[in-house]
Protein backbone atom coordinates (compact mmCIF):
# COMPACT_ATOMS: atom_id res chain seq x y z
CA UNK A 1 0.00 0.00 0.00
CA UNK A 2 1.57 3.10 -0.88
CA UNK A 3 2.03 6.29 1.32
CA UNK A 4 -1.45 8.53 1.74
CA UNK A 5 -0.66 12.09 0.46
CA UNK A 6 -2.06 15.17 2.16
CA UNK A 7 -2.67 18.19 0.76
CA UNK A 8 -2.20 21.25 2.92
CA UNK A 9 -5.66 21.45 2.90
CA UNK A 10 -6.44 17.98 4.11
CA UNK A 11 -3.76 18.74 6.83
CA UNK A 12 -5.81 22.13 7.95
CA UNK A 13 -8.93 20.27 8.32
CA UNK A 14 -7.77 17.67 10.38
CA UNK A 15 -5.81 20.19 12.52
CA UNK A 16 -9.63 21.75 12.57
CA UNK A 17 -11.95 18.88 13.13
CA UNK A 18 -12.19 19.15 16.74
CA UNK A 19 -14.19 22.40 16.41
CA UNK A 20 -17.22 20.31 15.16
CA UNK A 21 -16.77 17.65 17.83
CA UNK A 22 -16.55 20.39 20.48
CA UNK A 23 -19.64 21.81 19.26
CA UNK A 24 -21.80 18.56 19.06
CA UNK A 25 -20.33 17.49 22.71
CA UNK A 26 -21.29 21.30 24.02
CA UNK A 27 -24.82 20.90 22.88
CA UNK A 28 -25.22 17.45 24.22
CA UNK A 29 -23.64 18.53 27.59
CA UNK A 30 -26.09 21.52 27.35
CA UNK A 31 -29.04 19.51 26.44
CA UNK A 32 -30.36 21.55 23.44
CA UNK A 33 -31.06 18.28 21.47
CA UNK A 34 -33.76 17.40 24.54
CA UNK A 35 -34.86 21.04 24.91
CA UNK A 36 -35.91 20.59 21.33
CA UNK A 37 -37.80 17.49 21.33
CA UNK A 38 -40.72 17.59 19.19
CA UNK A 39 -40.30 21.53 19.34
CA UNK A 40 -39.42 24.18 17.19
CA UNK A 41 -38.11 27.13 19.14
CA UNK A 42 -36.23 30.13 19.20
CA UNK A 43 -32.26 30.55 20.50
CA UNK A 44 -34.11 32.60 22.79
CA UNK A 45 -36.55 30.04 24.03
CA UNK A 46 -33.76 27.61 24.49
CA UNK A 47 -31.24 29.85 26.31
CA UNK A 48 -33.95 30.89 28.75
CA UNK A 49 -34.72 26.88 29.16
CA UNK A 50 -30.94 26.45 29.35
CA UNK A 51 -30.22 29.76 31.13
CA UNK A 52 -27.25 30.52 28.79
CA UNK A 53 -26.43 33.32 27.41
CA UNK A 54 -28.32 34.56 24.41
CA UNK A 55 -26.53 35.20 21.79
CA UNK A 56 -23.79 32.30 22.40
CA UNK A 57 -26.70 29.72 22.00
CA UNK A 58 -27.69 31.61 19.00
CA UNK A 59 -24.40 30.99 17.60
CA UNK A 60 -23.64 27.57 18.61
CA UNK A 61 -27.20 26.71 17.47
CA UNK A 62 -26.70 27.92 14.29
CA UNK A 63 -23.29 25.90 13.80
CA UNK A 64 -25.45 22.93 14.70
CA UNK A 65 -27.29 23.67 11.42
CA UNK A 66 -24.43 24.43 9.15
CA UNK A 67 -23.57 20.54 10.04
CA UNK A 68 -26.82 19.66 9.36
CA UNK A 69 -27.92 18.66 13.16
CA UNK A 70 -30.54 21.19 13.37
CA UNK A 71 -32.70 22.73 10.94
CA UNK A 72 -33.94 26.17 11.02
CA UNK A 73 -36.93 28.27 9.68
CA UNK A 74 -38.39 31.34 10.04
CA UNK A 75 -36.01 31.99 13.06
CA UNK A 76 -36.77 28.54 15.07
CA UNK A 77 -34.88 25.77 15.13
CA UNK A 78 -35.99 21.82 15.33
CA UNK A 79 -34.02 18.30 15.49
CA UNK A 80 -33.26 17.08 12.51
CA UNK A 81 -34.64 12.97 12.10
CA UNK A 82 -30.67 12.06 13.15
CA UNK A 83 -30.70 14.68 16.42
CA UNK A 84 -33.74 13.40 17.01
CA UNK A 85 -32.54 9.67 16.80
CA UNK A 86 -29.09 10.19 18.35
CA UNK A 87 -29.09 13.14 20.82
CA UNK A 88 -32.54 13.11 22.66
CA UNK A 89 -31.91 11.18 26.16
CA UNK A 90 -34.48 8.60 26.48
CA UNK A 91 -34.73 7.70 22.73
CA UNK A 92 -34.01 3.54 22.30
CA UNK A 93 -30.48 4.58 19.79
CA UNK A 94 -30.08 8.00 21.94
CA UNK A 95 -25.85 8.05 21.89
CA UNK A 96 -25.41 8.11 25.76
CA UNK A 97 -21.78 7.08 25.32
CA UNK A 98 -20.90 10.45 24.04
CA UNK A 99 -21.15 11.74 27.59
CA UNK A 100 -17.63 10.07 28.29
CA UNK A 101 -16.50 11.07 24.69
CA UNK A 102 -17.09 14.39 26.20
CA UNK A 103 -14.93 13.21 29.50
CA UNK A 104 -12.58 12.44 27.06
CA UNK A 105 -12.31 15.50 25.88
CA UNK A 106 -10.57 16.73 29.55
CA UNK A 107 -7.77 13.88 29.58
CA UNK A 108 -6.92 14.51 25.86
CA UNK A 109 -6.43 18.02 26.23
CA UNK A 110 -3.45 17.27 27.97
CA UNK A 111 -1.65 15.01 25.42
CA UNK A 112 1.17 17.49 25.48
CA UNK A 113 1.82 17.39 28.78
CA UNK A 114 1.52 13.61 28.89
CA UNK A 115 3.56 13.05 26.32
CA UNK A 116 6.86 15.12 28.10
CA UNK A 117 6.23 13.38 31.33
CA UNK A 118 5.51 10.02 30.03
CA UNK A 119 2.61 8.80 31.99
CA UNK A 120 -0.90 10.68 32.47
CA UNK A 121 -1.37 13.86 34.19
CA UNK A 122 -5.03 14.42 34.46
CA UNK A 123 -6.74 13.01 37.41
CA UNK A 124 -10.12 11.68 37.05
CA UNK A 125 -11.44 9.85 39.94
CA UNK A 126 -13.21 6.46 38.73
CA UNK A 127 -14.94 6.65 41.61
CA UNK A 128 -16.70 9.72 40.79
CA UNK A 129 -20.64 8.63 39.84
CA UNK A 130 -20.86 10.96 36.48
CA UNK A 131 -17.40 9.77 35.33
CA UNK A 132 -18.58 6.02 36.03
CA UNK A 133 -21.98 6.59 34.75
CA UNK A 134 -20.53 7.68 31.37
CA UNK A 135 -18.06 5.12 31.27
CA UNK A 136 -20.40 2.26 31.91
CA UNK A 137 -22.75 3.37 29.63
CA UNK A 138 -20.45 3.78 26.97
CA UNK A 139 -18.84 0.58 27.17
CA UNK A 140 -22.08 -0.89 27.46
CA UNK A 141 -23.70 0.46 24.40
CA UNK A 142 -20.45 -0.98 22.50
CA UNK A 143 -20.32 -4.18 24.55
CA UNK A 144 -23.74 -5.16 23.51
CA UNK A 145 -23.34 -5.16 19.65
CA UNK A 146 -19.79 -6.96 20.24
CA UNK A 147 -21.10 -9.40 22.48
CA UNK A 148 -23.44 -11.58 20.56
CA UNK A 149 -20.82 -11.97 17.67
CA UNK A 150 -18.18 -12.37 20.03
CA UNK A 151 -20.32 -15.64 21.59
CA UNK A 152 -20.94 -17.12 18.26
CA UNK A 153 -17.22 -17.16 17.67
CA UNK A 154 -16.27 -19.11 20.75
CA UNK A 155 -16.97 -22.74 21.96
CA UNK A 156 -19.43 -22.62 25.09
CA UNK A 157 -20.86 -25.98 24.30
CA UNK A 158 -19.16 -27.74 27.32
CA UNK A 159 -18.82 -23.95 29.05
CA UNK A 160 -20.42 -24.20 32.99
CA UNK A 161 -18.95 -21.56 34.61
CA UNK A 162 -17.74 -18.12 33.55
CA UNK A 163 -15.48 -15.42 35.31
CA UNK A 164 -16.29 -11.77 33.44
CA UNK A 165 -13.21 -9.89 34.98
CA UNK A 166 -13.60 -6.50 34.69
CA UNK A 167 -17.20 -7.30 33.11
CA UNK A 168 -18.60 -4.05 33.23
CA UNK A 169 -22.64 -4.09 32.84
CA UNK A 170 -22.12 -7.65 31.97
CA UNK A 171 -23.15 -7.64 28.68
CA UNK A 172 -20.54 -10.37 27.64
CA UNK A 173 -21.90 -12.40 30.48
CA UNK A 174 -25.44 -11.77 29.36
CA UNK A 175 -25.06 -13.07 25.48
CA UNK A 176 -23.08 -15.60 26.70
CA UNK A 177 -25.87 -17.46 28.66
CA UNK A 178 -27.91 -16.68 26.17
CA UNK A 179 -26.25 -19.09 23.95
CA UNK A 180 -25.67 -21.33 26.38
CA UNK A 181 -28.35 -21.25 29.43
CA UNK A 182 -26.41 -23.69 31.69
CA UNK A 183 -23.68 -21.13 32.10
CA UNK A 184 -23.59 -19.69 35.44
CA UNK A 185 -21.32 -16.28 35.74
CA UNK A 186 -19.17 -14.06 38.06
CA UNK A 187 -18.90 -10.92 37.41
CA UNK A 188 -16.16 -9.08 38.68
CA UNK A 189 -15.62 -5.87 39.20
CA UNK A 190 -14.79 -2.79 41.65
CA UNK A 191 -17.49 -1.96 43.84
CA UNK A 192 -18.97 1.32 42.30
CA UNK A 193 -18.94 -0.52 39.17
CA UNK A 194 -20.91 -3.52 40.10
CA UNK A 195 -23.84 -1.23 42.01
CA UNK A 196 -24.36 -0.28 37.99
CA UNK A 197 -23.48 -4.06 36.67
CA UNK A 198 -26.67 -5.32 38.68
CA UNK A 199 -29.06 -2.34 37.22
CA UNK A 200 -27.95 -3.64 33.96
CA UNK A 201 -28.97 -7.31 34.46
CA UNK A 202 -31.99 -6.85 36.47
CA UNK A 203 -33.77 -7.12 33.63
CA UNK A 204 -31.90 -10.41 32.16
CA UNK A 205 -34.39 -13.29 31.33
CA UNK A 206 -31.85 -15.92 33.12
CA UNK A 207 -30.81 -13.47 35.70
CA UNK A 208 -30.30 -16.04 38.48
CA UNK A 209 -27.23 -17.24 36.37
CA UNK A 210 -25.03 -14.10 37.13
CA UNK A 211 -23.58 -13.69 40.60
CA UNK A 212 -21.33 -10.31 41.45
CA UNK A 213 -18.25 -9.99 42.92
CA UNK A 214 -16.06 -6.83 44.05
CA UNK A 215 -12.53 -5.81 43.90
CA UNK A 216 -10.09 -5.63 42.38
CA UNK A 217 -8.93 -7.97 39.74
CA UNK A 218 -5.14 -6.87 40.70
CA UNK A 219 -4.83 -7.73 44.13
CA UNK A 220 -8.06 -9.45 45.06
CA UNK A 221 -8.55 -13.19 44.43
CA UNK A 222 -10.78 -14.82 42.05
CA UNK A 223 -11.78 -17.53 44.05
CA UNK A 224 -14.09 -20.94 42.70
CA UNK A 225 -13.09 -22.67 39.19
CA UNK A 226 -14.05 -21.90 35.76
CA UNK A 227 -14.22 -23.23 32.57
CA UNK A 228 -14.40 -19.92 30.86
CA UNK A 229 -12.37 -16.25 31.84
CA UNK A 230 -13.28 -13.16 30.07
CA UNK A 231 -11.14 -10.29 29.84
CA UNK A 232 -12.59 -7.65 27.48
CA UNK A 233 -10.88 -4.90 27.44
CA UNK A 234 -9.13 -5.49 30.59
CA UNK A 235 -5.77 -5.47 29.75
CA UNK A 236 -4.74 -2.39 27.72
CA UNK A 237 -5.40 -0.58 31.49
CA UNK A 238 -2.50 -2.37 33.24
CA UNK A 239 1.10 -2.57 32.45
CA UNK A 240 3.13 -5.56 30.55
CA UNK A 241 4.15 -7.07 33.90
CA UNK A 242 0.65 -6.45 35.78
CA UNK A 243 -0.83 -8.19 32.86
CA UNK A 244 1.36 -11.21 32.80
CA UNK A 245 0.49 -11.61 37.02
CA UNK A 246 -3.00 -11.54 36.00
CA UNK A 247 -2.79 -13.96 33.30
CA UNK A 248 -1.28 -16.50 35.94
CA UNK A 249 -4.10 -15.89 38.03
CA UNK A 250 -6.72 -16.72 35.56
CA UNK A 251 -4.67 -19.81 35.14
CA UNK A 252 -4.50 -20.87 38.79
CA UNK A 253 -8.60 -20.62 38.68
CA UNK A 254 -9.04 -21.99 35.61
CA UNK A 255 -10.14 -25.93 35.28
CA UNK A 256 -8.54 -28.12 32.64
CA UNK A 257 -9.70 -28.00 28.75
CA UNK A 258 -10.83 -24.34 29.87
CA UNK A 259 -10.06 -21.04 27.98
CA UNK A 260 -8.39 -17.68 28.72
CA UNK A 261 -9.86 -15.01 26.50
CA UNK A 262 -8.32 -11.67 25.87
CA UNK A 263 -10.55 -9.53 23.90
CA UNK A 264 -8.75 -6.36 23.21
CA UNK A 265 -6.72 -4.51 20.07
CA UNK A 266 -3.60 -7.00 19.11
CA UNK A 267 -1.05 -4.63 17.20
CA UNK A 268 1.42 -5.73 14.94
CA UNK A 269 5.52 -5.49 15.79
CA UNK A 270 5.82 -2.28 14.61
CA UNK A 271 2.99 -0.95 16.63
CA UNK A 272 1.37 0.60 14.14
CA UNK A 273 -1.52 -1.57 12.84
CA UNK A 274 -4.10 -1.89 13.33
CA UNK A 275 -4.72 1.87 13.09
CA UNK A 276 -7.88 1.92 16.02
CA UNK A 277 -5.32 0.54 18.47
CA UNK A 278 -2.20 2.60 17.80
CA UNK A 279 -4.63 5.88 18.89
CA UNK A 280 -6.32 4.09 21.49
CA UNK A 281 -2.62 3.53 22.88
CA UNK A 282 -2.21 7.29 23.50
CA UNK A 283 -5.87 7.34 25.23
CA UNK A 284 -4.61 4.70 27.53
CA UNK A 285 -1.39 7.55 27.94
CA UNK A 286 -3.91 10.41 28.72
CA UNK A 287 -6.05 8.55 31.04
CA UNK A 288 -4.19 5.75 32.79
CA UNK A 289 -1.13 5.21 34.28
CA UNK A 290 0.70 1.98 33.54
CA UNK A 291 -1.89 1.14 30.29
CA UNK A 292 -0.90 0.26 26.67
CA UNK A 293 -1.69 -1.86 23.66
CA UNK A 294 -0.22 -4.67 23.00
CA UNK A 295 1.60 -7.07 20.67
CA UNK A 296 0.51 -11.09 19.97
CA UNK A 297 4.03 -11.50 20.82
CA UNK A 298 3.28 -10.02 24.41
CA UNK A 299 0.13 -11.39 25.05
CA UNK A 300 1.30 -15.24 24.32
CA UNK A 301 4.28 -14.35 26.60
CA UNK A 302 1.77 -13.55 29.69
CA UNK A 303 -0.07 -17.15 28.11
CA UNK A 304 3.64 -18.97 28.26
CA UNK A 305 4.28 -17.65 31.25
CA UNK A 306 1.16 -18.69 32.91
CA UNK A 307 1.97 -22.67 31.78
CA UNK A 308 -0.69 -22.11 28.88
CA UNK A 309 0.56 -23.10 25.53
CA UNK A 310 -2.03 -23.79 22.96
CA UNK A 311 -3.40 -20.38 21.84
CA UNK A 312 -5.36 -19.37 19.09
CA UNK A 313 -6.19 -15.95 17.73
CA UNK A 314 -9.45 -15.09 15.67
CA UNK A 315 -9.92 -11.47 14.02
CA UNK A 316 -12.82 -9.53 14.01
CA UNK A 317 -14.83 -7.46 12.06
CA UNK A 318 -15.00 -4.37 15.02
CA UNK A 319 -10.69 -3.88 14.73
CA UNK A 320 -10.52 -6.00 18.09
CA UNK A 321 -9.08 -9.73 17.85
CA UNK A 322 -9.74 -12.80 20.39
CA UNK A 323 -6.22 -14.22 22.02
CA UNK A 324 -7.80 -17.82 23.26
CA UNK A 325 -5.10 -19.59 25.75
CA UNK A 326 -6.62 -23.28 26.60
CA UNK A 327 -5.28 -25.05 29.63
CA UNK A 328 -4.19 -28.47 28.86
Same mark, same amino acid.
Given at each position: MGEKYFTAEDIRNLAYSFQQSRILLTALELGIFNVLNRHMLTSKEV??? +??????????????????????????????? !??????? %???NPEFLGSLFHTNELWKSWSTLTETIKKGTYVYRKRSENF? /?? *?????? #??????? !???? %????????? %??????IGGGSGAFAMSFIELNPEIKAVIFDLPQVISFT????????????? *???????????????????????? %?HINSYSENSLLIKKCSEVLNPNGQIIIKD /?? #? *?????????????? +?NMLVETKNGDTYTEKEMKEWFHNAGIN?? !??????????????YKN
Open positions: SHK +LNTDERATDRLMNALVAMGLLKKIHGKFYNT !ESAFQFL %VEGN /WT *SSFIEA #MHYRASR !EAKI %VAYMLDLKN %VKSMLDKKYTQDFDYKNQI *SFREGNYLHDSFDGKYDLILLSAV %V /WI #M *SEDRTQPAGGAIFA +LSI !ERKDTSYGFSLLIG
